[in-house]
């Protein structure tokens, strides 16, 4: 019993409420309704912490990069990498979901409406929205975008006032601990918020919320499997002249790391030591990029955000512009680096992405009951997209030749 209630096996207690939720709905359907206000307050905690945890997310991310020679050597290229590889992987991740449309075809017994406003900028507005004229009221309104921006802009001034910033570094260290602890103690709490969510889908939406959960779930793999090798394989063998199995043999060794723990933070020591030993990889380059990558980039993000986007809006019977869809794009670029490095913790940035978007984050309860099975893609592209990046950073200073590392053990 004490295992079952350990930290590390908080999915387990998940998928237990999810089952328990199901069960319910269909046992009790008229009581599976009135209790919902358990699945809400649960949201509502996600909700609270969703400034908090970007805000830490960013600052500390970019505030601990303390390598400033290698920073300046590499550091633009290898962001740059990151977030062109995200756009593609978003945009490959897109065509997939558009093609399948996991969140169609399905019969419902109440077919789900919303009415809320569905976020469409035009160039003018999203300029103005994202700089406010009081970051304050933008962080209490639950702005997102403009309190991302102005922690990207404050953290980079804190790093250029060296030693006169160390005080604030420090302390936002400290506080994006507490603030991960405190959203861990509210992640317990997501067995009893998944059950009481499960069971209102089910006695709200009858048995076609599970062809939908399905539909979606191999939506998200597709997408991961597909970027996998669109997106980095192929690039990365082309230009590296890395072997083709050479390399999927080293990413299937990282991937059996990463599969079990949902990490990209624990998987790190093995993504450096199999990027070097394996693969070839020069040393200094490598505990740069791999740990940078480990912080931003994030293109198992881009599959999530984007599958999430098509599948909620497509539930609800909503309609995403084009407009809509290239700002649904720059936003999960500028949220990716604020993913937490806790169980579920993906949930919050979900839930963070959609409310942006201005669509319902009510699904985000049912998801949160299998996340763990869609984490286990989304975090292992993420590391892979680290491995491919760093081969072709090393690539384009001259310090790798994937022809000559061909006999790397």
């Given at each position: 019993?004490?295992?079952?209630?350990?930290?590390?096996?908080?999915?387990?207690?998940?998928?237990?409420?999810?089952?328990?939720?199901?069960?319910?709905?269909?046992?009790?359907?008229?009581?599976?309704?009135?209790?919902?206000?358990?699945?809400?307050?649960?949201?509502?905690?996600?909700?609270?912490?969703?400034?908090?945890?970007?805000?830490?997310?960013?600052?500390?991310?970019?505030?601990?990069?303390?390598?400033?020679?290698?920073?300046?050597?590499?550091?633009?290229?290898?962001?740059?990498?990151?977030?062109?590889?995200?756009?593609?992987?978003?945009?490959?991740?897109?065509?997939?979901?558009?093609?399948?449309?996991?969140g169609m075809g399905t019969v419902f017994e109440n077919a789900p409406e919303y009415t809320?406003?569905?976020?469409?900028?035009?160039?003018?507005?999203?300029?103005?929205?994202?700089?406010?004229?009081?970051?304050?009221?933008?962080?209490?309104?639950?702005?997102?975008?403009?309190?991302?921006?102005?922690?990207?802009?404050?953290?980079?001034?804190?790093?250029?006032?060296?030693?006169?910033?160390?005080?604030?570094?420090?302390?936002?260290?400290?506080?994006?601990?507490?603030?991960?602890?405190?959203?861990?103690?509210?992640?317990?709490?997501?067995?009893?918020?998944?059950?009481?969510?499960?069971?209102?889908?089910?006695?709200?939406?009858?048995?076609?919320?599970?062809?939908?959960?399905?539909?979606?779930?191999?939506?998200?793999?597709?997408?991961?499997?597909?970027?996998?090798?669109?997106?980095?394989?192929?690039?990365?063998?082309?230009?590296?002249?890395?072997?083709?199995?050479?390399?999927?043999?080293?990413?299937?060794?990282?991937?059996?790391?990463?599969?079990?723990?949902?990490?990209?933070?624990?998987?790190?020591?093995?993504?450096?030591?199999?990027?070097?030993?394996?693969?070839?990889?020069?040393?200094?380059?490598?505990?740069?990029?791999?740990?940078?990558?480990?912080?931003?980039?994030?293109?198992?993000?881009?599959?999530?955000?984007?599958?999430?986007?098509?599948?909620?809006?497509?539930?609800?019977?909503?309609?995403?512009?084009?407009?809509?869809?290239?700002?649904?794009?720059?936003?999960?670029?500028?949220?990716?680096?604020?993913?937490?490095?806790?169980?579920?913790?993906?949930?919050?940035?979900?839930?963070?992405?959609?409310?942006?978007?201005?669509?319902?984050?009510?699904?985000?309860?049912?998801?949160?009951?299998?996340?763990?099975?869609?984490?286990?893609?989304?975090?292992?592209?993420?590391?892979?997209?680290?491995?491919?990046?760093?081969?072709?950073?090393?690539?384009?200073?001259?310090?790798?030749?994937?022809?000559?590392?061909?006999?790397?053990?």
């Open positions: 019993m004490s295992t079952f209630f350990a930290k590390k096996n908080l999915f387990l207690r998940v998928a237990v409420g999810f089952a328990l939720g199901i069960v319910l709905g269909f046992v009790a359907p008229g009581f599976s309704i009135s209790t919902k206000v358990i699945g809400d307050l649960y949201l509502n905690l996600i909700k609270l912490m969703i400034i908090p945890i970007v805000v830490c997310a960013v600052f500390c991310g970019i505030a601990n990069i303390r390598d400033g020679a290698m920073l300046r050597k590499i550091g633009f290229r290898t962001v740059l990498l990151y977030v062109v590889m995200f756009i593609l992987s978003a945009a490959v991740s897109l065509a997939i979901a558009y093609a399948i449309r996991p809320g406003d569905i976020t469409s900028p035009t160039i003018s507005s999203f300029l103005t929205t994202i700089v406010p004229t009081n970051i304050v009221k933008a962080a209490a309104d639950g702005s997102t975008l403009p309190v991302i921006l102005f922690t990207i802009v404050f953290a980079v001034a804190i790093v250029s006032i060296g030693d006169a910033g160390k005080e604030v570094v420090a302390f936002m260290n400290s506080l994006s601990s507490a603030m991960f602890k405190m959203l861990s103690y509210f992640m317990e709490l997501s067995p009893l918020g998944v059950m009481s969510l499960m069971a209102f889908s089910v006695a709200q939406y009858g048995a076609g919320i599970f062809s939908a959960l399905a539909k979606y779930i191999f939506c998200c793999w597709l997408c991961c499997i597909v970027v996998f090798f669109v997106v980095m394989v192929l690039p990365t063998c082309l230009y590296t002249k890395v072997g083709f199995m050479q390399l999927l043999r080293a990413c299937g060794k990282i991937a059996l790391v990463t599969l079990s723990t949902t990490s990209s933070a624990a998987t790190l020591p093995t993504t450096i030591n199999v990027s070097m030993e394996d693969l070839g990889a020069p040393e200094g380059v490598s505990k740069f990029t791999l740990p940078l990558g480990c912080t931003i980039n994030m293109c198992g993000g881009a599959c999530s955000f984007c599958c999430l986007a098509v599948f909620v809006s497509d539930f609800y019977g909503i309609g995403l512009e084009f407009g809509t869809i290239v700002f649904l794009v720059l936003i999960a670029t500028l949220i990716n680096m604020a993913a937490p490095g806790i169980p579920g913790g993906g949930v919050v940035l979900g839930a963070s992405f959609l409310s942006i978007l201005g669509l319902p984050i009510d699904l985000m309860g049912p998801i949160s009951g299998f996340y763990r099975l869609l984490d286990m893609a989304f975090t292992t592209i993420n590391v892979e997209g680290d491995v491919a990046a760093n081969l072709i950073i090393s690539k384009s200073i001259g310090e790798y030749d994937g022809a000559a590392a061909g006999g790397a053990k």
